[in-house]
């Protein structure tokens, strides 16, 4: 038996398809109360709170109110660590995830002359500070660097600051300093979780106060995200990986097993669902995944995922299968068909962080060096909106001009308006220049 569920749509009950739709939903509650706790240490003490938190967690003195912000001597210290190869790939990422976000850049401004006299218009300017959240610690991930940091300098965004987890030695990983070197940030504190996301929002000794934070964690960082709305401005909040696919037979069972896989080696609690017009496909499937997943380094993590909230599920038609990915709303989307253009996959689909068509554009590969966004929605939240991009280090300022000619057309109107509402003084500032 394999490690996948084999469901047919149809059959499935209301309580069984919500279960599958509901997937792992953050549940916040065992956390808020220690997280809740960090973000008051933090506001109260500052780069204090920091430094006495990785003392304990380590058991050992690693930071100083000095040393919490890398040097330029551990930026250039970091090069010594990482190869040319993986330099000149991030090169590369950095040149098609640059090339991706230029293109979102709406126009410097916009004007429309609604009426005789009456101009209106739109103008965008970068936020003054942004916030990223890069996970580290033992693990690195420069690809979540380059992502969340790149559209904030394509944007014009004036701050840019990195908080980013130290190692037990009191560094930050190397590869991930090297990946902010090459795009230019250098302002990198070494802090994570909870405590990096309360530095942000209200600032410390060493850690600037910023107008917006971006940037996945851990459920600690997605916690601190959603208290400290109000205080900060954020992207969203981010739950596990997940990864649907729709697909019929003419998919190749391996592409699609491996897809499948590679998404829940994140995370006990990723999701990967097949969604499948082939009988055929959906259990060769099945018996691959369990193959592949036998064998990964990372299979503990892999088959809990598999068990817990992934499944194959065949359906009777290509727009059934649209119909449950939109009503699913997947982090990443794979289309595999073989008789929809691309406009007619576009056309089809609503909700979806990001959707990967054809059997060559793996999510792996959007995950480094297509040059798409790799910080997306989750848990349904794709219904709302899509993934980072220039628009989250933007605000866009509408402005309006009128003409004294267009003025007389405009007052008698608005007046009118005033009145109804009875905002007399709205009324007279409008009639003041007419008298």
């Not at 309580?15 to 809740?36: F, G, W």
């Not at 003490?45 to 551990?74: A, N």
């Not at 991706?100 to 739109?122: I, M, S, T, Y």
Request: proline share 5%; hydrophobic share 40%; glycine share 6%.
């Amino acid at each position: 038996m394999g490690l996948l569920k084999l469901l047919k749509l149809s059959k499935l009950s209301d309580e069984e398809k919500n279960r599958i739709l509901q997937r792992a939903s953050i549940d916040i509650s065992h956390v808020r109360v220690k997280v809740e706790e960090i973000i008051e240490r933090v506001r109260r003490y500052g780069d204090r709170e920091i430094i006495t938190f990785y003392e304990e967690f380590y058991g050992r003195s690693i930071l100083s109110e000095d040393s919490i912000r890398v040097s330029s001597d551990e930026f250039e210290e970091a090069y010594e660590h990482v190869s040319e190869k993986l330099i000149k790939a991030l090169e590369y990422a950095i040149r098609n995830i640059s090339l991706f976000h230029k293109r979102q850049l709406p126009p410097e401004l916009w004007l429309f002359e609604v009426d005789n006299g009456v101009f209106v218009g739109q103008v965008w300017k970068p936020l003054d500070s942004v916030g990223v959240y890069v996970p580290g610690g033992r693990a690195a991930y420069p690809s979540t660097a380059l992502m969340t940091t790149i559209p904030a300098k394509i944007a014009g965004v004036p701050e840019i600051i990195v908080c980013t987890p130290p190692r037990a030695d009191g560094k930050v990983h190397p590869v991930t300093l090297v990946a902010l070197d090459m795009v230019g940030v250098r302002r990198v504190y070494k802090v994570g979780g909870a405590h990096a996301i309360a530095a942000m929002a209200y600032g410390t000794k060493s850690i600037p106060k910023v107008e917006k934070i971006v940037g996945p964690g851990n459920i600690w960082v997605t916690v601190a995200k959603q208290l400290l709305q109000g205080v900060v401005s954020i992207d969203f909040t981010a739950g596990p990986s997940e990864i649907l696919i729709i697909a019929d037979e003419s998919a190749n069972p391996r592409y699609i097993a491996s897809d499948l896989v590679a998404q829940v080696e994140h995370d006990p609690y990723s999701t990967a669902i097949l969604v499948t017009t082939s009988e055929k496909l959906a259990k060769q499937v099945v018996e691959l995944v369990s193959g592949i997943a036998m064998k990964s380094p990372r299979r503990n993590i892999i088959i809990e995922a598999l068990k817990r909230y992934s499944a194959v599920i065949l359906v009777d038609s290509i727009d059934e299968a649209f119909k449950f990915a939109n009503e699913y709303a997947p982090e990443h989307l794979e289309v595999v068909v073989r008789d929809l253009t691309l406009t007619e996959i576009l056309k089809k689909v609503r909700n979806a962080g990001s959707i990967f068509i054809g059997p060559y554009t793996p999510v792996a590969l959007g995950d480094y060096v297509i040059g798409t966004n790799h910080v997306l929605p989750t848990t349904m939240n794709a219904k709302k909106r899509g993934g980072l991009s220039v628009y989250d280090f933007i605000k866009i300022i509408d402005f309006q001009y009128v003409t004294v000619e267009g003025y007389k057309r405009l007052y008698k109107y608005a007046t009118v308006i005033a009145e109804v509402e009875g905002l007399i003084e709205h009324k007279n500032s409008l009639e003041v220049r007419v008298k």
